[in-house]
Structures are given as structure tokens and as C-alpha cells.
């Protein structure tokens, strides 16, 4: 939990017991907290054992119920309009614990604002107080001074664990349910459990179970499909579908030996953090397009077994002010909250390219963001970016602490193109065997691996046009008509080898 205390103290410091944090904010006379999280049920469990430590009477208000006293059988009479819900709490004298859920948008009304500081200001002088809770709560400058702020932590892999062990168990008093998860199934499920709230959680887990009455290991993709429908939900990144592995993209040692040395920080986090390891920050990808930058990127996530995010500038950016500052906001803290998690940023020199501020500045707004937040995150969220053209890159990117590497992606060697075309000749149905390869490879000089694959297809499609079968002929035909991009733009080839060399690390 992260306190935030006003004035001097107002630096955020980390807690390690949410109930002995809000014990001490209370003891302390601090008459106004807010605690910052989306899960008000959660917030609410957490106050009732406040207040029972203390020896506190709590009391609860919401817009729709008014104020009444936890466990009471009805609220106090009126208290559903919050000028006399705070009336009533003022008149009381009462030294105890008061939660007021989403009452934040309605301390805009000046009147109300000054009843609550009155009330917070007496609070100072007797043990209680008054508390708000909700999502991003922006209190009035002269609240905010006499506030302090608890953020909710996301649950742990323990809460978790005693949610489904209750959701199980009450299924159970009225169907029958098998768990069947094996001991790595199960450190998966609540691992993939983190992001969703404890009300979340539980409904995609009872869904899981009721559906078939079993939970298995296959019930862990249905936390993946939920997991999903958030990303679509938000509407700024896109879920991608991961079906590639490592061992599908062809060369690229060093980059899979640089991830594969990081593995067992995924799997083993606990591990890890008391080895002195942190979750790794991400990786730029530069070089030659049609290289591999982004199947391997898609791969990464596989490898890891963690979701793919993917980032589209195109739904970023925004005509309206401040929209695209809020999409990206957004975006991030989607990302956050489905962590730990791969985040693909394609092409990134599109997204954020160095500009002249055409744009009135928002591209530069919205880097300047982007950029804080790759060198400051806390959250499990592994960045893979790819550049095709670093010049046009902001030099703020290539700073170390953005990223863990800069990789240098070059046109494919001998042995990378032999496997290459036995990669998508097989994925065709074509046994590699039938072939020879050797010419192919030798003709192949000079071509990226999206070029290859190109080649490949377009003599598939003359092979079924002629009514006959796939031959080394018919590929040596169209990789002869076929001018790579080291041909037609070898200028620039030329140019980004150059820069990479002494700046980058050799991917392959």
C-alpha cells in the first residue's frame, strides 16, 4: 500500500500491512482519508476491521441507502441527500469510522466541501474519521490539505488463493465440483489472476467451475479470455493472438539467448526479487524490416507464457485536446493492470517520431509521458518495441534505463535462410526434403525473411496455376524476379548497418 500524507510528509512511502497503515492514519488524527482503488467492497472489508480494532462504531453511506450503522437494519432517516448525511455525522460528536462511497463528485458543490473541511478539521481534535473511496479521487485544494491517501494494493497471490478456496467450498454445500489443477496449472491460474479485482476474479472463476463443474488446467484460458474482453472493452491496445514460438523464428541467437537468461525471472518472481533481480524493463528492436523485429515479439510472449499487448498509434491519437493524453494514460494502466505482461509497440518511430510540433504538440506530450513511464514502472510489464528507421526515433529512446537492450536486427545469413525456407516450406505442407536447398539458399542472398516467405507464396500460386507441383524450378524462378529491399533501398540498408555498428548488440 502506498500512503500519501499532505504537507511535509506528503511523500509516498511503502506500506506493508494496508490495516496497520489506515490503524496509524486514524490514530493520528488525520479526520479526511481517501483510499484510491476501484474495489469498494474490498475497501469497505478492510474498514470494518479498522473500526474493530479500534473499538469503533462504523457506519456506511451510499447515495441510493444513506448513512446507517453496519449491521443496523435501516439507515438514518434523510441521509440519502449528503447534505444531511454530513449534517447528521457533525451533529453526532460521535468518534467513529465513517465510509462515503463515491462521494468525491459531489464535493463540487462549495457547500458541501465546507461541511466536510469543518468536519475533518474536528476530527483533529477526537479519535474517527471520515472516509472516501473510488477511483482517482481529485479532492479540492482545501481538503486535500487536510487528507491523507492510501492506494489499495492489488490483491496477492494469497487473496486469490482464499477466494477460490471460498468459491469451491461454497459450490460445493450445492453441486458437485472437482479440482483437478495440477501444482503448475495452479501457479498459473493465479498468476493470471492479477489485474482483476477479487469481484472479477470470482466471477470468471464460478463460471469456470460451473460450466462443466470441474476447475482444470484448461480453465486458465478462461482468465485469458476475460483478460481479453478488457483490452477490447478499453478500446487503445489490441489482445494479439500468440501462436509463434523461439523455436519458429529462424536465427536470432543472441537476442533468444539474452531472453532465454531471463526466463526464470517470469517464472520464479519470488526467486528472482530475493536473488536482487527486478522484472526486465523490455527490449528495442532496430534493423533491416522483414527481419524477424516483430515475430519475435510475438514469440517472446509465447516463450513466457504471458499475454500480448499490442499498442496501435493509429487508435492513440485523437482531434479532440487532451484525448490522446488520456487514451495513452489509459492504455498504460490497462497494461499495468494486466501485468505481467509482453507490450508490443510496432514500428515505434510511427508512434513517436521526432516532429516540428505540427500537431500542436501532443505527440511531444504524449512521448514525454511515454517516456517517463518506460524509465519510472514498477509494474511487470515487458516492452518490445521495433524500429525500422532509429533516425527518425526521438534520442531520449536510446538512452540506457528505457530499455534493458537495444538489438540490432541484420539481413539473414546462409544457415538463417536454409532455415527460414525449411520454416514456411513446412508450414505449407511441402516436406523440405523434396527440395534442394543449397541453390535456394545461394539465390536467396541479400533477402530478408519476409522476402523468403514472399517467395515462397508467390511461387505456390504459379505452381497451382500451372496445375503442378512445387519445384525448385518454379522458387528459383520467382526469387530471381524478386528485388529485396537490400537491392532497392541499399543506401539505407547501408546507413542503419552503419549506425547500429558500436551502438547496438548483434541480435543474430
Not at 482468465?223 to 472493452?233: C, D, G, H, N
Not at 494486466?338 to 510540433?357: H, Q, Y
Not at 526469387?479 to 547500429?500: D, G, K, N, Q
Amino acid at each position: 500500500m502506498r500512503t500519501t500524507l499532505p504537507g511535509a510528509a506528503g511523500r509516498a512511502r511503502a506500506g506493508h500491512d494496508p490495516l496497520r497503515d489506515l490503524e496509524l492514519l486514524i490514530r493520528s488524527r488525520y479526520g479526511l482519508i481517501v483510499i484510491d482503488t476501484v474495489e469498494e467492497d474490498r475497501a469497505e472489508t478492510l474498514l470494518r476491521l479498522v473500526a474493530d480494532r479500534l473499538s469503533m462504531p462504523f457506519f456506511l453511506w451510499s447515495r441510493s441507502k444513506g448513512l446507517r450503522r453496519d449491521g443496523a437494519a435501516g439507515p438514518v432517516y434523510g441521509t440519502t441527500d449528503p447534505a444531511q448525511a454530513l449534517a447528521h455525522i457533525a451533529g453526532t460528536h460521535l468518534e467513529a469510522l465513517f465510509h462515503l462511497a463515491a462521494f468525491e463528485p459531489l464535493l463540487t458543490n462549495d457547500a458541501l466541501a465546507d461541511r466536510m473541511r469543518e468536519i475533518a478539521t474536528e476530527y483533529a481534535d477526537r479519535a474517527g474519521a471520515i472516509v472516501i473511496t473510488g477511483a482517482g479521487v481529485q479532492l479540492p485544494e482545501a481538503l486535500r490539505r487536510l487528507s491523507a491517501t492510501v492506494t489499495l494494493p492489488p490483491p496477492d497471490p494469497a487473496e486469490y488463493q482464499r477466494m477460490l478456496d471460498g468459491i469451491v467450498r461454497d459450490l460445493r454445500k450445492r453441486m458437485r465440483v472437482e479440482v483437478a489443477l495440477t501444482p503448475a496449472a495452479s501457479a498459473r491460474l493465479l498468476a493470471n489472476l492479477r489485474g482483476l479485482t477479487l469481484l472479477e476474479a470470482e466471477k470468471v472463476l464460478t463460471k469456470a467451475i460451473i460450466e462443466d463443474n470441474r476447475l482444470t488446467d484448461e480453465d486458465v484460458a478462461h482468465v485469458m479470455q476475460y483478460k481479453k474482453e478488457i483490452v477490447e472493452r478499453e478500446g487503445v491496445l489490441e489482445y494479439y493472438p500468440v501462436e509463434e514460438t523461439l523455436a519458429q523464428v529462424a536465427d536470432l541467437a543472441g537476442l533468444k539467448d539474452w531472453l532465454r537468461k531471463r526466463t526464470h525471472i517470469i517464472t520464479s518472481p519470488e526467486k528472482a526479487a530475493s536473488f536482487g533481480l527486478t522484472f526486465p524493463k523490455g527490449v528495442l528492436l532496430v534493423g533491416v524490416p522483414g527481419c524477424g523485429k516483430s515475430l519475435c515479439a510475438k514469440a517472446v510472449a509465447m516463450e513466457w507464457s504471458l499475454p500480448l499487448l499490442k499498442l496501435d498509434p493509429g487508435r492513440l491519437y485523437n482531434k479532440y485536446i487532451g484525448e490522446s493524453e488520456k487514451n495513452f494514460a489509459r492504455a498504460m494502466a490497462t497494461a499495468e493492470r494486466l501485468a505481467p505482461c509482453v507490450l508490443f509497440i510496432d514500428e515505434l518511430e510511427k508512434a513517436f517520431s521526432s516532429g516540428d510540433g505540427e500537431d500542436g504538440g501532443v505527440s511531444q506530450r504524449v512521448l514525454g509521458t511515454f517516456l517517463s513511464w518506460l524509465q519510472d514502472r514498477k509494474s511487470e510489464v515487458f516492452t518490445v518495441a521495433t524500429a525500422n528507421d532509429v533516425s527518425r526515433l526521438p534520442p531520449e529512446f536510446l538512452r540506457k534505463g528505457r530499455f534493458d537492450e537495444v538489438f540490432f536486427v541484420d539481413l539473414p545469413d546462409g544457415e538463417a535462410r536454409q532455415a527460414i525456407l525449411e520454416i514456411h516450406l513446412a508450414r505449407r505442407g511441402h516436406d523440405p526434403a523434396r527440395f534442394e536447398v543449397a541453390p535456394l539458399v545461394t539465390a536467396t542472398d541479400g533477402f530478408s525473411g519476409a522476402e523468403i516467405e514472399q517467395a515462397i507464396v508467390a511461387a505456390l500460386y504459379t505452381a497451382f496455376a500451372a496445375q503442378r507441383p512445387l519445384t525448385n524450378e518454379v522458387l528459383l524462378d520467382e526469387i530471381r524476379t524478386t528485388r529485396p529491399l537490400s537491392v532497392v533501398m541499399a543506401e539505407r540498408v547501408a546507413a542503419v548497418r552503419a549506425w547500429a555498428h558500436g551502438r547496438t548488440v548483434r541480435a543474430n
